[in-house]
Structures are given as C-alpha cells and as structure tokens.
C-alpha cells in the first residue's frame, strides 16, 4: 500500500514531475523573420569552439552559404529523414494508414508513423466535442473514420515528441490549421497559392474553412465548387484547397477544392514561398542539381535547395536522372530550424491523376518471413534494399542490419550472397515495404496478432496484475489478459501469492481480435493441458465429439458452455448429470471446466447443444481418431459386430474403429440390398468398403457407383466446393411430397424438385424412386446464404459415364453370384451347392410331374429336392402329359426356396445360332426378376440376362412402362459371349416401338374403366386415416372410404378401420361408386351402367359378396335416411382451425361438421380441441339437423343434440353490455346472462372477470322468441357441491317482504331516483330523499357517485304488488351501510317539518355569536392527539410529507375536527409538509375515488340525522339533534376562518391563495387535492400557476413547486415531459439543488440506471462541490457498487482542493460504514488518522461507528490509542469521560477500574497541568 504521506501531502512538499517524460531539446530560430546571414553567423561562432567531428556533422546539414541572404546549403550526403532528427513544429507530409474511432494511425516519410489524435483536428472541432460532452444534446457530432479515411494525404505537424511504455519515442501529430500555416499572414497569402484547412462551419451557401491565419476568413462556395457536393463535407473534415481569390489585404479569401485544379496547382516564386512558410504537399518545378548514390540535390523555386532521398526517387526514372534535368517534385517534409527540405519524385504525389494505395498490391504480407532475398545496394547512412524472391523491393533500416546493442558491420551483411528477413510493416507514403534482418525478430514466433490463432499453447511474462485479471507480455508489443476467471482452474482470492510480475508462464489461446489488437488467454490447467479436440468453430463441433469448455452462465434451465473464439453452447438441465439437479448453481459454478459431449450442432445459426452427462471417457478416443483413421474414400475392410434395423454396425479392421453400414449401401441394386444383409451374419468380414462420410459417424458404402466416384474424385468435399452444373454421384435419402433429397459423399444433401425428377409428369413422389437408389445429379441452384443447393435427376439433363449400364449389370450380377456362394456354403447343403452351379441357358432333361391352368411342374434326378417350374407362358403350344419326358432351358435359379424356372418353349429348346459383335436383334422378354430381366434373341434360340432400368434415374410411373413377359425389345449385341454374365451375350437395349410418353390421365382416359357392382382383385398401395388406395389389376388405382372397410357392426368406438388393411396385402374389392379424374368430384350412383375413371370400392364382405344385391343410394337419400337425434358411427375426418371446426365423415359422400360447442363440454379443452379426436377415429354422434339441398349434416359429440330448459351447455361470450353477457350456444342458440345471474355472491364490476370469445358453462333457464335466458350461478350449475347462496335468485314479487335487506346493482339514476337491478325482471327504485341523508338538488350528483352496475345494500321500504313497483331505501339508517355519497362533498343534511325550522333559527343565531362563543365552541373539539400517517416509508420519500386526516368519535357523534397536523422535525433541510390524502410516491392505480374511500366510517348518530321518520323521536333525542346542528354549524364556521385547515374544493383553496400567494406549501395541497382526485392535468396546470404566481425572491418556495413538478412527470408523466420539466428547471433555479432533487427522486423510485447517468453527469458539472461527490458515493454503495464508489474517491480527491481530502475521505468512511463494507470503512479511517492523528472530531466519529459496527475488544483497542494521542489534556480529558461512560455500559467492573487506572496514570505524568 502507498504511503499516508503521498495519498494526503501535506503542505511544503514539492510536487514530483510526471513518470520521467522526455524534455526534448530542440535549437530554435528566436525571430523566424531574421536574415538568414545572422543566424548563420551565430551558427559560425558556434561552431568555431566545436571539435572536428562536430564541424563534420555540422556540414551534413550544413546551412553555410556565402552570398547575402542565407539560403539553404546543400547537403553533402543524402540520407532517410531518422527518428532522432524529428523536432517538434516540424512539417511533413503523412498518408491516412489507419482510423479509429480516437485516433487517426498516419504514414510519415521513411516509414516513419505518427499518431494524430482526436484533440488535433482543429479548433471547431475540439469546441464541439467539448460542448457534446458537458451538455445532454445529440447533435450529431462526427467520429474521425468519417472526416478521415485510409490512403489520404495530408499536411501535418510534429506536435508531441513522447516516450512510449517501452523507451521508444512515439511522434504525436496534428494537422490544426494554426500549426500547419503557423507561419502565414492574412497579408502573405496569394492567388493560386495551395492550402490545407479544416471545415468550421457548413452554411446554406458553402462552408467557412478555417486555415489558421488570424485576420482571414476563408470560406469555400457552393457556386463556384458545382461539381464536387459540398453537402457532404462536415464540421472538422481536413481539406486542400486552391486560393482562388483573396479580397482587403487577405482578410476575405476564396476556396476551391476542384481535385484535378488542387493538384496540379504549382506553387511559384512570386507566390511569396520561402524557407519559413514552405508547406508541405506543395508541388514545385525543380531542377537536378548533383545526382549521388543514396539519392538527388534540387534547386526549386529558383534558389532554394532540397533533397530526395533513393526511397523517393521515381524508379522508372532512377537511370535517366542527369544534372540540370528539370521535372516537377512534391515537398514531403520540411525542418524550419535546419533549413532541411525534404522532396518526393514519386509519380503518385507528383501526378494529379495518381492516388496513394493504402494497401500494397501482393496482398497482406507483414509479419511473413521470406528467405533467399538478395541485396542490392547499401546506403550508408541509411540503410540496405533488398529485393525478394518474387522481385518486390524492401527497405531494411541501417537500425535492423544490426543486433539490438551491437555494432554495425555493413561490410559482413553485404557479403553474404542470400539473406532471411522478416516484412515489418507498409509505408503507403514511401509505397514499399519495410524489412529486419535482426535475428531477434526473424525468429520471434509471434510479431503481430494476426500470427495468433485460438487454441495455441503460447509462452510469456506476467506483466501486471488487476482486479479483472492478468496481463501477460508474449512479446515487446504483444499482450493479452488472463481473466481473473480464468488464472487458475479454481478461482483464486489472493492471485498475488501465486503469480509474481516477470514471472514466465504457459497460457493457452481463448481467443484473438487482431483489428481491435485483444488476446484472451487461459491458465486453466484442464484447458491448456488438454488432449482432446478443440472446438475453434461451430464446424468442429461435431455431434458426438467430446471437448472441454468452462461455464461462462448458469440458469434455471442449464448452463451455457465456452470454448474457443466465442464458440459456445448450451448443456440443458437434463443434460447436466445422470442424477436429476433441481439447481444447477449450487452443483457448478461460473469457470469451471468440464468436458462435454456435443449433441447437436447447427454452425449456420451458431446454436450448439451439449451434454456433460454423455461425455464419458470411452468417446473420446473415438472422437478424436474419427477424421484421422477413416479418410472419405479410404478403402476399408470391416468386421459385422450387430445387425440393425436398417443397417449393419460394423467394426473397421485392424483398429477396431466404430462405424455403419446402411442396408441401402450395399449395393447400386436396391434389390440385392436386402438379400446382402440376410446374407450377412455377426462375425462375417466385409471387404471392398469406403468411407463416403465421417461427420457425425463415420458411415461406409459398398455401392460400386459411389465407389468410383470417389476414386476419381468427383465428389465435392465441402460445400464451398460445389458450383452451378456440376454433376454428382448420390442416392435418395429422403422422399417428401415436394421433391427427394439427394445425399452425396461427405454429408453433402441438395433437394431435387418434384419438378425436376424426372422428364415425365410425376403426381406421387413416392412412385418415382426408392430410399437409397443410386442417382446422377446435375446441381442447378445454389443458396450460398443458408448453405443449400438444388439438383436435377432429369435424364435428358445428366449424362452417364460410358457402359455405365454394362458395368452396373455386371456388378449386380456378380454380387448376386457371391450371395448364392455364400448361401451355398452357410448351408452346408448339397442341393445349395447344385442350385449355385446351375446358370440362366443352360439344358436340363426333366420328366413332366403335374400340369394345371398356371402351367406346369417337373422332375429331376439331379435336383431330387428342388422345385422345377414353368409358367403358363412357357407350356404355351406344347401338349405335356405326366411322366412325359422333355428338354427345358433354365431361365431363373433361386436358392432360398430352392425352385428353378424353366421354359419348354420349342423356340428356345432349339440349337442355337452363333451371334456376331454389333448385330441388332428383337428380343422378347421372357422372365422378370425385379431389378434384371432374362430376354431371348429371337431367331438365335439364345438368352441372356438384362436390366430393367437402362439408366440409373429411369422412373416408371406406370405398370404399363414397366416390362412384362412377352414383351418386344430391340437389341444390340455388345459383345458375343461376355466372361462375366457366364458366356451370355452382352446386350444394350430399347423399346421396339417408343411410344409417346403417356401421362397418368392419358392412361385413365384409354382405361376401359369400370362398372357398378363389378368384383375386382387389387393390391394395397398406401393406407391413410381415412382411405385406402388400391393399385387394380389394369394398372389403375381404386379408392376405398374409411366406412367401406369393415362391416358397421365391428366398428369399435374408438379404433381405427384403415389400420386393419396392411400396404402390400392383396384385396377383393367392388365397385360402389366412381369420382371424376379431373374433379374429384363424386358422380351420382343412378349409373350403374356408367364407367367411372375412378372407381369408389368397397371391401366389407356382405357387399363383395357376388350373391348379395344392393342398390345405388344417392347422396340426398342418404342424407333423407338420417333422423334427428339419431346416434350414428362417424369417422373424424380433419379439424378446421380457423372455423373451429371438426369435420366428420360418414361415407364416400357425405361430409358432416361439428361445431366446438358441439365437441367438448369442458372449456379447459377449448384450447386444443383438436387432441381429443384423431384421424379415422371412430366415433358416435347424433343428428343435429340435415339439409339435402345444400348437403349439409350437422353433428354433436357431447350427447345432446338440442338446448332444453333445466340444461346445462357450453356457452361461448359474444358481447359484454353493462346489463349482462349476450351468449353463443350450441346447434345455433343465443342467450343472455343477466348481471344478477352471474354467481350466487353479488362482487363489486361484476363484468370485468369475463373477456369476448370465454367458454362459459350456462345453465338454461327459459326461452322467449328464440332467445334463452341463462344463469351461471354455482347453485344451478352444481346444486349438490354448492356453497350457502348469499345474494338469492328473485323470481318473483312473493320472494320479497318490507323490511327486507337485499342487495342489487345500479341499472340507472334518473331525477325519479336510483333504479336497482334485484332479479333479471324485477327492478326495485330508490327516491332522491330515500337515497341519501344528504340534500341534493340535482340527480347528476347522484349519477356521478353511481356509475352502473355500482352494487349496493338496499332496504325494501313498500310493494306495489299490483303494477310490480318495489320502493327502496339506501340510507344508512336502513341499511346500515355508510352513505352513497362521500362526506367530503360537504354537502347539507336533509331536514324536514319542525327540523327545518329549528335549522333556520340555529342560522340566525350562528351569526350573532361573539367571539367567546366561538372560543367555546373551539373548546368543545376535542383534543385528542393527532395519528399522522405517513404514505412510504422514509428511504423512498419524495421530499414532501402526506399526512392523513382521521375523524374521532365523541359521544356517539361524528363531529369534523379542524385539521391541525403538527409538522414532524426531520433531518433533511426544508421539507414540505402536506396535509392531504395524496401520497406523492404512489401509483396513478392505488388512488381510489372518494366514494369508496369514505366507505365503513360512518357511525350511527349520522344515521339517526338522516332518518325520514321524526314522528318517533323523543324529546331528548331532538335535544340532541339540535345541539349537533348548532356544533355543525360553529364547526363550519371556524373551519372557514382557520388557516391551518385544509380545504376541500378548489374554491376554498383559490380563496386562501390570494391571502397567501408565494406559500409553495398552498400551491402543493392545491397540487395534491387534484391527484387524490386522479386529475393529473390540472394538478400541472396548478404547477404552472404557481411558478408565475410566487414572488422571483422566494427560490426555496420556487424550488419546492419544481421538485413537486419533478415528482408529478416521474410518476405520472413520460421520460421527455420529466426532461423538459428538468430543463427548464435548471434555467430558473441553481441548477446543483434542481440536479440533487433529481437524483434522488430516481433513486427513490428504483431508476438506478437514470440516476447513475444523472450522477455522472453532476461530477463534471459540479467537480468543485464536495457534496456531490459524497452524494454520488452514498448512492453508489446503497446499490452495492462498491469497487465504482473507491474509484470514485479517487476521482473526487483529484478534483476537489487537497485541503478538502481528508473531510471527504472521512465522509465515505462513514458512508462505507453505513452501506458498504465496514472493514473497508475502518481501514479508510485508520489510514486517514495516522497521517491527521490530531483530528479529534474524526477519531471521535470513528469512536461511535465502531461502537455500532465493532466487536468490544476493537472499540477498546480504539479507545486505548485514543487515550495516548499527544493533544491537548482538555480533549483527552473528554476521551477518558466517554471511555468510562462505554465501560459503565458494556463493561465489567474490573474493565471500569482498568479505565479509572489508566486515568490516573495519565493524571500523574501530565502533573501540574493535569491537575489544573
């Protein structure tokens, strides 16, 4: 820790200079406009003293001229501009390199670079910023990538020479005008001259630039300058500009900036340039005066002299550059002091046409270390070039020839033929790159932050160590931070003890933002030791691998994991851990590394899922082996461990590696594929398998297609890898209604269109191909956005590879050999091995065993067991009798049912016909087996074998396309006798006759189609829930309806029909009906004759049956046949959501509906009615009505199928009116439910509980004219778990007596009375003077207080039982319930007879009463204390204090009681008290009106007042009425005449106002009587007064009306209305007081981010002020923000004076104590009285904090270093005094004595002194 000494210096210290910062020594030129003979003498003097080699040095620069006026010598040697000859106010000419939002990174000459900061720009522009930062206005301000941009040039100026960090001087720019044209006068600027400006101001007609020469206004016109927008140009933008005209001695001068005018403007003698105020930028003609090696000497502008150093020399040019060569030259770089000029010859600064390039054209090469470089030539001064392999030229610093610290040896670098340098950086100024040759750096594994990636193991020093982390240096200008997370694998409380600055250690890359120069490191030894996979990106993060990550969040629902480079997923809750974690914070904790398996991962939307309980150890193997071992396209062998459903799960051989063979992957025949796996067993070996994907699995193929398209390597490996026609070898993964998508190698999945499948039309996706066929796909369309590609399969798009279809044979044929094989010898049976030796062609003798109708079988005495056969085809023309002997030819062999297919046709028998290579032959097929074909070459007596597909994408949609036997071919022989097919020919073939491709309709139309009543065989092609579709023996497809499935009466509740019927099984069906092919319509059943295209059949027995007879039934007749109420079985056909509606299905015709209503009879099933029924559900319904006109058939599921009275129905609200709720019912009904009807309980807004659209249960209570009145009441609804009925239904007159208390609703309030809703008919009526105690004069009173439907408790006073009118009281004496109206209306009691008369005479004498009379009456209130209420509670008080008014009971009798609140001290200065019944720190909701407020406090004396019947008052009771009057009446009066009461209307308060305008407490209980009355307008309209009204003297008045004002727009107002209030409070009062209100009306309404932002702005604002710090602090710690309140002390103690420190300091000790951290606060106090031990009021202070925060023993400790300060013996006296007083109290007696000792041995060493 600092020392107390240089936290709190005392006075006399002197102040020590800031952290070593260079003064940098510079000889300057005392008067810029001497002659230069006269420096130059005093130069000469100088020099004389100096050594030789100074003379020498001297010379360099040399200045000596011996003509009059001294000009500039030329330099000796020509050299580079060097760091250490920068002085500052030197000018140069830099190039934007790079912008940031603070800071512009400029190129300076020689690949020098400067920074020019934000503070530079101009002076406008610094005015600006400064004004956005102290005031709250958003004008736009410009961040400098706007007024600035890479590859810019500028003119600039060396303003700052500072040393960095590390030792090495950092050049600080600016480009200010002021700085730049330092040395022009209004008076020396000239036509034509080029300058540079800055922008000041844009105006309507052009902008002001400012060009630093005090006295000119230099402004830039729109007129002139039509061609370049000026509008763009904005405040602080840097511009060159051209003098187009200067007017009055160069006080007005007028710009151009016309690029092309700009920059081939010349700058000329007689412009008056001279070597004091030669810019830089300027272009001027130049002759060649000496040409050396390291560059040329200029004369320019007649007499002056310049140099161009080898860098800026034209190097098209360099050879041809001769003495006296005129040419034109750009001034880069200007030192005033030593007369040096500096001059460009580079074509891009000279040309006007050329730019500068920020970026050189090889690309980004800095930091790439290149070897074999060759150099060229040395300049001694300077440095070397070098040329690179690739002929691009660097620049190498004399500085980076050498080791750092050692000496040059040009010589030894020249010598060496090669060299290896490393490219530091690009000088867009010099347009060439710079190079080191440095060991050091060459070998430096990391130069920039471009050269880190994430992940990396990377080694460096502890720099420093923070709150929030570690810094650690990898190199000199490479640092990253270790955060505090991340320092150990646990967190660390005191890392200090662990990590010592210097100290190396091994870090591990979390991630790295080269642009923004940020490296994020971790300690974490689990992370930087780890051996598994890292997760870099999304795409690594494949499911199924296991890495490690640490929690960076955890919520209720899981934790969300980071890895590396903002990678970062989410582990769910059930995901966590194998025993279920209710709380996942109290099992992990934020940091912690755990490994974690990655279940999904989506790289696109960067979503990842994870599971900590699925990353076990045995996974992590696999994970990272996966991409290693199995390459796609590696050749593989494997061994089955397990066969699936859909696969095999083998292991790769010999490194037992995991992986799946999918059925469809064995082979290219999906036929074969399903035999290969029945073939298969656990234990077999597979050979010839390649990987095709290792994404998430790896996955192998056997495909021999696929195959070859890997080892040529015509598959994408990526998706950036695939472009537009691009063809693929894939297969069919998925088949969807709109298309199939197709999967290639490596995970790759496009979508083929239904559109482009295939060439024909295709209806069903599902016909054209199968899962896993092998396809060719051409990609048409790429989406390179969302990563998705499209594809065609379209045979007349893609092309075959040659003899595709010849190889694809072959391979099928040959795997089916292998199979027999293998079949064969599983077996271990001899008729296998026979079987597989047989081949397709060869003879057999057989003897004749049985013929019938399907043709005939054989015997062999070979195949003693195997089943011979042929077909009915191939017996055709050949009579066969049993035993008979023949010659048959093999056509199929099938060993799994051990049966052999023959032909005994002569024409095959016969001897056969030799063929010859490309002959062309008709065929006939002759056998079909699936995917192959066996075919005889007619006239040849030969076979061979074919397949059924030509193509791998032939789609046949239709049976017809599909060969069939007998069918005609043509073919072409390919080759004779093929080895592979067993010596058959191979052949190519087509169609004999290619038809037109027909479309599904064309087939329809040419089908014969189909009659009523025919029988038909068929084959099950798809079940749905609510039909079937059957493929029929010609080809066409038939329908079956979910009713026709099964007969009526096996239809179970609840089941499924269609389910019954399996896809594939054969069915009898007949035909009941037909649709229309184009339609769909369903044609009329009066045809039985007619063929319908597409038949409607039937498959319930008693139907098919041939025997049984039925008739058509038409639609209408069946709808006819359905009576009302009848229950019929339905069958749910689909739900329409947006009707709400279930459609149900009877039979092929008819289609029911039923309403929601109608559904469900729970309305918690509203929401998803939906679930109850799925589809083809058989369900029973009854008939609710049927319309044959418009075939409709309506339908209820809850049992009933009409609304009867005494029922209870579902009801849906329609309508809410103030009478009650207008109800929908079922089957069509309406309703009403009356406001009394609505529950048995009458409650206050009985409406606002029901919303439009609710699903009520109503019970049905009566119908008139179609309407149903309804009821909701509990009692009706549930009679048996019904509660007791408070507020009974009323049917009748007869229900009600006199006398009776009944409660009922307001229906209106008319000047006939209050109306009251008792019953839905019944209405009872309230007369004016039986409604209120009170006299009213106007109805509207009434109406005010009674809003309808307002529920109150009413007598009945009398029945008219003949016209039904009930008469009824609400005053309170009858119902015993306060009055309708608020006593705070202040309104008359209602007298009458002999009362009246007697109130008249009380008046009379009231206003003769004398003043002892009134005292009397005074006296007669009684004096009970007052309660005062307060509205919150004191830590969110608003500054204005509410009280409460209550009325006291004496004597049975309400007597108002003057309003005397006495005002409570408080600490806090001013505050307001208000009496009123309005808190200022309440919601708009909590106000309540007036009438409920007053609700339960009267009492029944009042009652008695009000009663109608005086008749039966005694004479004592009138007594009494009388002195109550009398006591009201005195009550009124006093209450006008005393001012501390508060008034009760606004007329009252208007009336006290003008006695008392300036009292802001009237203006605030004026404020406050309106918001009790919720009208918020008036009470600002009252605000607004009143800041008129009150005297301009009385601020603190003032100030209290703003605060309530504040106060009012918090609560009520928006966040503009409070801002405006605010703003225009700071104009009219002392703005520190307005902000502190401010402040704490957030805090006090929970607005901490408001309220911190107010707070910082007010610490600007008001630095100096003590109190605000303090303010701020307090706040700080209350919202816990301790480490914000320390660094705001320090803040505070930097801007307060140093005498105001230790006060403040004190202060947030004490505030620490209250709020924050007590230790802290004890240490801040300590440290404060070590160095101050005689401030006695602070130790004082410390004394009682730590008496109500401290332990005993602390507060001892503390009282016994009091007792020895060395103060005055007056002050230890007083801390003796209260040591003793907190011994008495806490202490012993021995502990008391202890103190009395340590007294008197004080006593006795002080002596004398003490004693007086």
């Known amino acids: 820790m600092a020392s107390a000494e240089e936290d709190f210096p005392r006075g006399g210290t002197a102040k020590k200079s800031t952290d070593g910062k260079p003064v940098v020594h510079r000889d300057e030129v005392d008067n810029l406009f001497q002659s230069n003979e006269l420096a130059e003498a005093k130069k000469k003097r100088k020099g004389v003293l100096k050594d030789e080699a100074k003379k020498l040095k001297k010379q360099k620069t040399g200045k000596e001229k011996s003509d009059g006026l001294a000009l500039n010598a030329a330099a000796k040697c020509v050299e580079i501009l060097h760091m250490k000859n920068l002085k500052e106010g030197m000018l140069m000419l830099g190039c934007v390199k790079d912008v940031a939002d603070f800071e512009v990174t400029v190129s300076l000459p020689c690949g020098l670079q400067g920074f020019l900061n934000i503070r530079n720009i101009s002076d406008s522009y610094t005015k600006l910023l400064s004004e956005q930062l102290d005031s709250a206005d958003t004008e736009d301000i410009f961040s400098l990538p706007h007024l600035f941009s890479p590859g810019m040039v500028i003119r ?53 630039i400012d060009i630093g020469i005090s006295g000119s206004k230099a402004f830039l016109s729109k007129a002139a300058d039509k061609q370049n927008n000026l509008d763009d140009l904005k405040v602080g933008q840097f511009l060159t500009c051209k003098v187009e005209e200067v007017k009055n001695e160069g006080r007005v001068v007028r710009l151009s900036i016309n690029p092309p005018t700009v920059a081939q403007a010349c700058a000329k003698a007689e412009q008056g ?55 034109y030259a750009c001034v880069l770089y200007v030192e005033q002091s030593t007369r040096l000029v500096g001059l460009s010859l580079r074509s891009y600064l000279v040309q006007p046409e050329q730019r500068v390039t920020p970026a050189p054209s090889c690309g980004d090469r800095i930091g790439v270390v290149v070897e074999n470089c060759k150099m060229t030539t040395v300049h001694h001064m300077s440095g070397a070039m070098m040329e690179l392999p690739d002929d691009m030229l660097a620049f190498v610093h004399r500085n980076h020839m050498k080791e750092m610290n050692t000496p040059a040896n040009e010589n030894r670098v020249l010598a060496k033929p090669v060299h290896t340098c490393r490219i530091l950086d690009f000088s867009p100024i010099d347009q060439i790159h710079f190079a080191s040759l440095r060991r050091s750096v060459i070998e430096r594994p990391f130069y920039r932050y471009h050269d880190l990636k994430a992940g990396q193991i990377v080694e460096g020093k502890v720099s420093v160590l923070l709150s929030h982390g570690m810094v650690v240096h990898l190199s000199d200008h490479i640092k990253g931070l270790v955060p505090r997370t991340h320092l150990s694998d646990i967190l660390l409380k005191n890392p200090e003890k662990k990590y010592v600055e210097g100290m190396k250690v091994k870090c591990r890359v979390l991630s790295v933002d080269p642009v923004a120069k940020k490296l994020y490191l971790t300690r974490k030894k689990a992370l930087v030791e780890t051996s598994l996979p890292l997760f870099l990106t999304f795409n690594d993060a494949r499911p199924g691998c296991i890495s490690q990550g640490y929690i960076v969040c955890i919520k209720s629902f899981g934790c969300i994991i980071r890895f590396y480079n903002n990678v970062k997923g989410l582990v769910p809750i059930t995901e966590l851990s194998s025993e279920p974690i ?68 083998v292991s790769i051989l010999p490194d037992d590696i995991r992986a799946i063979l999918p059925t469809m992957h064995l082979s290219d025949h999906m036929s074969n594929c399903p035999l290969l796996w029945e073939s298969l067993q656990e234990g077999d070996d597979v050979s010839n398998l390649v990987c095709f994907s290792n994404n998430k699995q790896i996955s192998l193929t056997k495909k021999p297609t696929v195959q070859w398209a890997l080892e040529e390597g015509l598959a994408a490996k990526d998706f950036s890898e695939i472009t537009v026609g691009m063809q693929l070898i894939g297969w069919v993964k998925n088949i969807m209604s709109y298309g199939v998508f197709v999967e290639f190698p490596y995970g790759l999945v496009g979508l083929a269109p239904k559109s482009a499948m295939t060439d024909k039309f295709v209806s069903d996706t599902a016909l054209a191909f199968q899962l896993g066929q092998t396809v060719i796909a051409k990609v048409t369309n790429l989406d390179e956005e969302k990563r998705r590609f499209l594809v065609t399969l379209k045979i007349s798009e893609v092309i075959p590879r040659d003899g595709d279809a010849q190889t694809r044979l072959i391979n099928g044929l040959q795997e089916r050999r292998a199979l027999n094989e293998v079949l064969a010898t599983k077996g271990n049976c001899d008729l296998r091995q026979q079987l597989t030796a047989l081949c397709v062609g060869q003879m057999l003798k057989l003897t004749v065993d049985t013929v019938n109708d399907d043709g005939a079988t054989f015997k062999s005495h070979d195949l003693v067991s195997a089943t011979v056969l042929a077909n009915k085809y191939h017996v055709t023309g050949v009579s066969l009798t049993e035993g008979q002997k023949v010659t048959a030819v093999i056509l199929h062999v099938d060993i799994l049912s051990a049966s052999v297919h023959v032909s005994i046709l002569p024409k095959l028998v016969e001897k056969k016909k030799s063929l010859i290579e490309g002959s062309k032959h008709r065929a006939t097929v002759q056998y079909l087996d699936k995917d192959f074909a066996v075919v005889s070459l007619d006239n040849t007596g030969k076979l061979t074998v074919i397949q059924t597909l030509s193509h791998l994408n032939e789609v046949l949609l239709s049976e017809s396309e599909k060969l069939k036997a007998g069918m005609s071919l043509a073919v072409e022989v390919t080759e004779p006798s093929c080895q592979e097919l067993q010596g058959l020919p191979l052949v190519s073939w087509q169609r004999a006759a290619p038809k037109r491709q027909r479309t599904t309709s064309d087939n329809q139309q040419d089908s014969k189609g189909h009659c009523f009543g025919e029988t038909l065989e ?53 035909v009941i009906g037909g649709r229309e092919a184009v339609s769909n319509r369903f044609l009329p059943f009066s045809h039985p004759k007619f063929t319908y295209t597409i038949p409607e059949l039937t498959l319930i027995p008693s139907k098919v049956d041939k025997s049984s007879d039925f008739k058509p039934v038409e639609a209408k007749e069946k709808l006819n046949s359905y009576t009302v109420g009848e229950e019929i079985t339905c069958f749910v056909s689909k739900f329409n959501p947006k009707r709400k509606m279930l459609e149900v299905t009877t039979d092929p015709r008819i289609t029911g509906t039923v309403e929601l209503l109608a559904m469900i009879t729970d309305p918690k099933d509203a929401s998803h009615p939906e679930k109850m029924y799925k589809l083809g559900q058989a369900i029973r319904a009854k008939v609710v009505e049927t319309n044959s006109k418009h075939r409709r058939l309506g339908l209820s599921l809850t049992g009933i199928h009409k609304l009867e009275v005494g029922s209870v129905a579902l009801g849906m609200v329609t309508l809410i009116q103030p009478q009650g709720l207008v109800i929908k019912l079922p089957f069509g009904g309406k309703g009403y439910v009356d406001v009394t009807e609505l529950a048995d309980a009458y409650r206050p807004n009985p409406l606002d509980a029901y919303s439009t659209d609710q699903l009520l249960r109503c019970f049905l209570i009566a119908c008139e004219n179609d309407k149903w009145q309804l009821s909701l009441r509990p009692s009706r609804l549930n009679p048996k778990q019904a509660k007791l009925v408070k507020d009974p239904e009323v049917l009748s007159l007869d229900q009600l007596k006199e006398g009776q208390v009944i409660r009922g609703y307001v229906k209106s309030v008319g000047e006939q009375g209050v109306f009251i809703r008792l019953s839905q008919h019944i209405t009872g009526r309230a007369q004016l003077q039986q409604s209120t105690k009170y006299f009213v004069s106007n109805h509207k009173v009434l109406s005010e207080h009674l809003p309808p439907n307002t529920l109150l408790t009413t007598k009945i006073f009398s029945i008219d039982r003949e016209d039904g009118f009930v008469n009824l009281s609400l005053l309170p004496v009858d119902t015993g319930k306060p009055d309708i109206l608020p006593e705070s209306l202040r309104l008359p009691l209602r007298l009458i007879g002999e009362e009246k008369k007697k109130y008249d005479d009380a008046a009379k004498k009231k206003r003769t009463l004398s003043e002892s009379d009134q005292n009397q009456a005074e006296s007669q209130v009684p004096k009970k204390k007052k309660k005062t209420k307060k509205a919150k509670g004191d830590d969110n008080d608003s500054g204005v204090e509410v009280y409460f008014r209550e009325e006291e009971d004496q004597e049975g009798e309400k007597v108002p009681k003057p309003d005397a609140a006495k005002p409570v001290t408080s600490a806090a200065p001013s505050r307001l008290q208000v009496a009123a019944g309005f808190s200022w720190d309440v919601g708009l909701n909590s106000l309540k009106p007036a009438s409920t407020a007053q609700d339960g406090d009267s009492s ?102 703003w605060v309530a004002l504040l106060n009012l727009e918090n609560m009520y107002g928006t966040q503009e209305t409070l801002k405006k209030v605010f703003e225009r409070a700071l104009q009219f009062c002392e703005p520190m007081p307005v902000y502190q209100q401010l402040a704490d009306i957030y805090a006090k309404s929970d607005k901490t ?71 802290k606060g004890r240490t801040m106090l300590d440290k404060v009285l070590t160095s101050y031990p005689k401030r006695t009021d602070l130790w004082s202070v410390f004394i009682d904090l730590m008496i109500k925060h401290g332990s005993q023993k602390e507060v001892r400790v503390l009282f016994d270093r009091v007792i020895h300060l060395s103060v005055s013996v007056k002050k230890i006296k007083f801390f003796f005094k209260r040591y003793l007083e907190y011994e008495k109290k806490h202490g012993t007696p021995q502990s ?4 009395k000792e340590k007294a008197m041995e004080f006593v006795e060493a002080k002596g004398t002194e003490a004693g007086n």
């Open 1018 to 1070: 068929g084959k099950v092609r798809t079940v749905k829930p609510v039909s079937i579709q059957v493929t029929l023996e010609d080809g066409s497809t038939g329908s079956v309806h979910v009713s026709e499935v099964m007969e009526a009466a096996s239809v179970c509740l609840g089941s499924f029909p269609t389910s019954s019927v399996k896809v594939g099984s054969t069915v009898t069906a007949r």
């Open 1792 to 1795: 008391i004595q202890a103190v």
């Open 1649 to 1719: 981010k408001e309220a911190e932002g107010l707070y910082k702005t007010m610490v600007k604002r008001f630095r100096q002020n003590k109190t605000v710090w303090l303010s701020f602090g307090s706040f700080l710690l209350q919202q816990g923000q301790s480490d914000a309140a320390a660094a705001l002390l320090q803040r505070a103690l930097k801007s307060l004076p140093s005498k105001e420190s230790v006060d403040v300091i004190a202060k947030f000790a004490q505030l620490e104590f209250r709020f924050g951290d007590v230790e």
């Open 582 to 649: 209710i709380s996942p914070e109290e099992v992990f904790y934020i940091g912690q590394v755990l490994k974690a398996k990655v279940l999904k991962c989506d790289p696109e939307k960067e979503k990842m899922v994870l599971s900590f309980k699925g990353a076990v150890e045995g996974d992590t193997e696999k994970a990272a082996k996966l991409q290693d071992d199995c390459e796609v396209g590696k050749q593989l062998e494997a061994k089955v461990l397990k066969k699936l459903v859909n696969g095999l799960e």
């Open 1500 to 1601: 029944d004396g009042e009652d008695q007042d009000g009663s109608s019947k005086p008749q039966k008052k005694s004479r004592h009771e009138l007594e009494q009425e009388k002195k109550a009057t009398e006591k009201a009446l005195v009550q009124r009066e006093v209450e006008l005449m005393d001012p501390n009461l508060r008034p009760e209307d606004a007329t009252a308060f208007e009336r006290l106002l003008l006695a008392s305008p300036s009292s802001s407490l009237l203006w605030l209980q004026y404020m406050a009587h309106h918001l009790q009355a919720t009208q918020i307008e008036q009470a600002r309209a009252v605000a607004e007064r009143a800041l008129k009204t009150i005297s301009f003297r009385e601020e603190q008045e003032k100030l209290n009306v």
């Open 273 to 327: 340039w001279n070597l004091t105020n030669l810019l830089p930028g300027l272009l001027v003609k130049a002759t060649i005066k000496k040409v050396t090696k390291h560059g040329l000497i200029l004369d320019f502008l007649s007499s002056f002299s310049g140099q161009v150093d080898f860098l800026h020399m034209d190097p098209e040019q360099a050879s041809n550059y001769a003495e006296g060569t005129e040419l």
């Open 156 to 208: 600039c100026v060396v303003a700052k020479l500072d040393l960095a960090k590390g030792g090495s001087l950092s050049i600080q720019l600016s480009v200010n005008p002021k700085l730049v044209n330092k040395a022009l006068t209004s008076s020396s600027v000239k036509a034509g001259m080029v300058l540079s400006g800055c922008v000041e101001s844009v105006e309507d007609h052009g902008c002001i």
